[in-house]
């Protein structure tokens, strides 16, 4: 049986939060400060973890270059390794209005972090002009002021376009691809671009894309060629790294890297082992590891050309199989040998940390270019280990896992013992109140017995299904599985079985149904106060029992109709119990799910009537009718309870619900507590007062009693 009280699941689970807050894609909140004066650093795992722009034991060794006026141009603090842009910008008049003038990159030079050389840009020309203007054909300096100009250009990513982002992937494509007049400048320049374009907006990604998969192709095989100006590039979002290893002196080389709190990568969270017979931890964590096994067959006495490329996200990798709805991204590396065939490679990733969602299972995939897809052929899963993903692959390329998550839902757990106990007393006062109706209806009138009867058997239903179906029967098993299968999506979502819908629709209907006989009775209330002698007309049982037994199959058949899709029961239920939807993607309360207008609506519709017919009840019986021959008064005691019965009867309480969903902080707390003492109770309330209370129950009680005490 679910430990969770009866507050949320009746009203949409509004109150059901997980502990962890943390935005997708984030590691954990920092926890703790380091000794370093005034330079906070994380800790992850027991390891201090620095800022950006501090590194050393103690997170007191700058990692960084100080602000600075290079050839008459102001830059701003800069981390190591990144590019920095002037805060002179192009005039409004120009083409490229508020963008750098010049850029330049924080290098160590004579032992200390300083600026290098700076580059400039004209303030008219376009990614189109460069494009045009890119071509074999030109020299070395004359490809890289065009590849810096790129730069500056893709400078601010919030202000890409699609356009932008494509005319920007194809000019770096022209530059990679002619390896010859590619300097160190040039070099830095094309990554640089590429890593400021993963930080655009994805939505202004093209689909369809043929740059991407070419840019990404030529990056991977330029990372590996031996003829290679520098080693290593290191920018927020992208890292290259080219590398000349001894094949006499390893049998492995091992490639780490971590994106630290800020998920950018500095020269000083990268790792670089080129003498590994295995995937070994590093000195500290990281969030992703690659190990390149050499083929025992290759020539011992020459040098491998070795290239590494790492992705912050998969922006150009865009997957029609996997489909993301989370707002998640995965890093994605390659490892190349160049003309080599590696024995094998294993990758370690950390599992991304999504607020309100737990790991469900995780795939070890590969870009497969010839589907322009991601593909499992050739990877598995290797051992499980506690809190990194690893997988085994017996070739090189682009490789990244992909996560689908579950809601970790948690319970409040402080009203669950009452709500079991509460709910269990109904179940047996409202059976008990039907066979006292039933057996006692010869001296009662048939219509308010036949009305009350119904109450009480579609109240004991709900209260039944409640306690025993409202967990959902086909609850997944959350463990990682074994088999690398490619996932759908980043969401998991048990298939539907059909069991979990069939009872959210009978809850829905049985509920419903409680509420619709509550104004049946309040109708034939108010009837018999206006017509005292008379009685009801004719006709009224039949079309009572329609009503009651229909409209609620109705309001469910609506709501099956328009939300529930066999490939997508979610729209009409919850994943983790078995309840009308109401939260949208984000967990928020959304009026177009059908625990709106499915429920919430139209209960509030008829708790307004009900509520109506109490009130004029109270007013005709705190009044003398001259229509009537008695002269005797009614207590007021006896008119309060009179009252009071018919409000229970009536279910007037869950007018506490909407209170608890209309308030905060401790008055919703309030409200939730008298909402769960009120409705839980509801059939042991209404079983006291009418039935314990009718004088032929305590008639017979007391007779039973004294037969038995003899």
């Not at 590696?342 to 990758?347: I, K, N, S």
Request: charged residues 15%; proline residues 4%.
């Amino acid at each position: 049986m679910q430990s969770f009280p009866f507050i949320p699941m009746l009203l949409s689970a509004l109150f059901i939060t997980a502990e962890n807050t943390n935005p997708p894609n984030t590691p954990t909140a920092p926890t703790e400060y380091h000794t370093a004066p005034f330079i906070p650093a994380t800790t992850s795992n027991g390891v201090c973890l620095c800022p950006d722009e501090w590194t050393g034991v103690t997170c007191s060794v700058a990692n960084l270059c100080n602000e600075a006026t290079v050839e008459g141009f102001e830059f701003p603090q800069t981390v190591i390794g990144w590019s920095a842009y002037s805060s002179q910008t192009c005039e409004n008049t120009t083409n490229n209005a508020d963008i750098s003038k010049a850029s330049t990159r924080c290098l160590y030079n004579n032992g200390r972090p300083e600026f290098d050389r700076i580059q400039k840009i004209e303030c008219q020309i376009t990614l189109e002009n460069i494009q045009v203007n890119v071509t074999g054909s030109l020299d070395a300096v004359e490809t890289e002021q065009l590849a810096s100009s790129t730069q500056i250009l893709t400078s601010r990513p919030e202000w890409l376009t699609a356009s932008n982002i494509t005319s920007a992937a194809q000019i770096v494509n022209t530059i990679l691809s002619d390896s010859v007049n590619i300097t160190e400048g040039t070099a830095v320049a094309a990554v640089t671009t590429i890593s400021q374009l993963l930080t655009a907006d994805p939505q202004q990604f093209p689909n369809e894309s043929n740059a991407f998969g070419r840019l990404t192709q030529n990056l991977e095989t330029f990372s590996a060629n031996p003829n290679n100006n520098f080693s290593l590039v290191v920018q927020p979002r992208l890292v290259v790294l080219a590398t000349q290893v001894p094949t006499a002196q390893t049998a492995g080389i091992q490639f780490s890297a971590l994106s630290g709190t800020s998920n950018n990568f500095t020269t000083s969270r990268i790792q670089l082992k080129t003498n590994m017979s295995e995937i070994s931890d590093t000195e500290i964590p990281s969030d992703v590891q690659i190990f390149i096994r050499l083929p025992d067959q290759i020539h011992k006495n020459s040098n491998i050309s070795v290239g590494f490329v790492l992705y912050e996200n998969d922006l150009l990798f865009e997957s029609k199989a996997f489909k993301t709805s989370l707002n998640t991204r995965r890093m994605v590396i390659s490892g190349t040998l160049g003309n080599v065939k590696a024995e094998h490679v294993t990758l370690r990733f950390i599992p991304m940390n999504v607020s309100n969602k737990s790991l469900h299972d995780f795939a070890c995939v590969f870009w497969d270019y010839s589907l322009n897809d991601w593909s499992t052929v050739g990877c598995s899963k290797a051992n499980l280990l506690t809190g990194s993903l690893q997988c085994t692959c017996n070739h090189t390329t682009n490789f990244a896992v992909l996560m689908s998550f579950r809601e970790d839902h948690k319970y409040a757990e402080s009203l669950t013992v009452f709500s079991i106990v509460g709910c269990t007393l109904s179940i047996l006062g409202l059976i008990l109140t039907v066979i006292f109706q039933i057996i006692t209806r010869k001296s009662r009138k048939s219509a308010p017995t036949i009305l009350l009867v119904n109450i009480c058997v579609c109240m004991t239903m709900f209260y039944f299904l409640f306690l025993f179906g409202i967990e959902k029967p086909n609850k997944g098993n959350s463990t990682v599985s074994e088999k690398n299968v490619m996932l759908l999506s980043d969401r998991h979502q048990d298939s539907d079985k059909g069991a979990c819908t069939a009872l959210t629709a009978l809850m829905q209907y049985f509920l419903l149904a409680t509420f619709t006989w509550n104004t049946l009775y309040a109708v034939h209330i108010f009837i018999l106060i206006r017509k005292t002698l008379s009685g009801p007309p004719s006709g009224v049982l039949l079309v009572s029992l329609v009503t009651g037994w229909g409209l609620p199959a109705v309001v469910v058949a609506i709501s099956l109709g328009v939300a529930y899709r066999v490939d997508n029961p979610l729209g009409y239920r919850r994943e983790e119990f078995c309840w009308l939807q109401a939260l949208n993607q984000d967990g928020k309360f959304d009026f177009g799910k059908p625990i709106f207008w499915g429920f919430l609506l139209p209960v509030a519709v008829m708790l307004l009537l009900n509520t109506a017919v109490l009130i004029y009840f109270g007013f005709a019986t705190c009044k003398k009718d001259p229509l009537l021959n008695s002269t005797k008064n009614t207590s007021m005691r006896k008119r309060f309870l009179s009252s009071f019965s018919l409000g229970v009867l009536l279910g007037l309480t869950w007018v506490l619900g909407y209170l608890v969903l209309s308030t905060e902080g401790t008055t919703n707390c309030i409200f939730s507590i008298l909402f769960c003492v009120c409705n839980t109770t509801q059939g042991l309330q209404i079983f006291i007062l009418f039935t314990v209370r009718t004088a032929y129950f305590r008639k017979t009680f007391f007779s039973a009693a004294n037969s038995v005490s003899s």
